[in-house]
């Protein structure tokens, strides 16, 4: 079924937890993710950027109804989360077509412009019945992101996070702890001491962006000392696009899509499997 985000976030920070958020780009990655939880028996957050959003000529309804709606005929949990959406008309546009939660990321703004349009938007989403994930620091990263009012890299300060969230009300943290966006290769190495000393300070739950370049015993201990929503995409897009330059690479003559994108759509399933096997539940 299709199920709110806070109500699986807060359960998984009460279990000492996550729930791990897979992006969403096509139908096949709402599927796979879908198989993949359902598999597992986990239930996950599928997430669709404002990124993703764009790349479907900004028509945002066809894909969020068409992923709700794979939630929906699932056995598993799944809830419909617009990930590191800058636009609040996309915003407005999300509690209509499905999602219960947004990412508002309002990083590419000056400190003060990030605190005053954030609790405008919490407050926006609030009224509209949504769950608002917010973003201090930068985890950076992103190909074509704006420019960040911080210094590539720069870590989230535990104090300046807690005043962040007393002044913008939203309801989940993402922090810059040592990830960055889009690494194909799992080398980045978080700050451990950090993450704890945010979980002592911030009064929400918190969550790891760019988690894909992160290796399975810091995925985990990250889990542990408190990050309870974990967001996944560029290691599914490895597993989706290599199963299709696999299957391409040794028939040139292909034409039927449905010949490249099952193997992927198995692929990105067996992934999340193998991401799930290693990110705590809670207890
Ligand atoms: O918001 C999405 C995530 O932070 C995904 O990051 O593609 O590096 O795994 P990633
Ligand atoms: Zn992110």
Redesign the pocket.
């Known amino acids: 079924p299709l199920v709110p985000t806070g109500e699986l976030v807060s359960r998984a920070a009460a279990a000492h937890g996550c729930v791990p958020a897979f992006?969403v780009i096509t139908l096949e990655h709402a599927e796979a993710i879908a198989d993949g939880a359902q598999a597992a028996g986990r239930p996950v957050i599928l997430q669709i950027?404002e990124n993703a959003v764009r790349y479907h000529g900004g028509r945002l309804a066809p894909l969020a109804r068409a992923t709700a709606a794979v939630a929906e005929a699932s056995e598993v949990e799944l809830a419909l989360h617009l990930?590191?959406a800058t636009d609040m008309e996309l915003v407005r546009q999300a509690a209509d077509n499905g999602f219960s939660s947004v990412m508002f990321d309002a990083g590419a703004l000056p400190h003060d412009r990030n605190v005053a349009a954030t609790a405008e938007a919490a407050r926006w989403a609030h009224e509209a019945g949504l769950w608002l994930e917010a973003e201090l620091g930068y985890v950076g990263g992103k190909p074509d992101a704006p420019a960040s009012a911080h210094a590539a890299g720069v870590r989230t300060d535990p104090a300046e996070a807690a005043d962040y969230v007393a002044r913008t009300g939203v309801d989940a943290l993402a922090v810059a702890v040592g990830s960055s966006?889009?690494?194909t290769e799992r080398t980045a190495s978080l700050d451990h001491a950090l993450i704890s000393r945010l979980r002592g300070r911030v009064p929400v739950p918190l969550v790891l962006?760019?988690?894909?370049?992160v290796p399975d015993e810091d995925l985990r201990r990250a889990v542990e000392s408190g990050m309870a929503k974990v967001?996944?995409?560029?290691?599914l897009n490895v597993a989706f696009t290599g199963a299709v330059r696999g299957v391409l690479d040794a028939e040139s003559s292909l034409t039927d899509p449905r010949k490249y994108l099952t193997p992927a759509r198995e692929a990105v399933a067996k992934t999340v499997g193998t991401l799930l096997a290693v990110l705590p539940a809670g207890r």
């Open positions: 992006n950027s990930d590191h966006h889009a690494m962006h760019g988690s894909s370049g967001n996944i995409g560029t290691a």
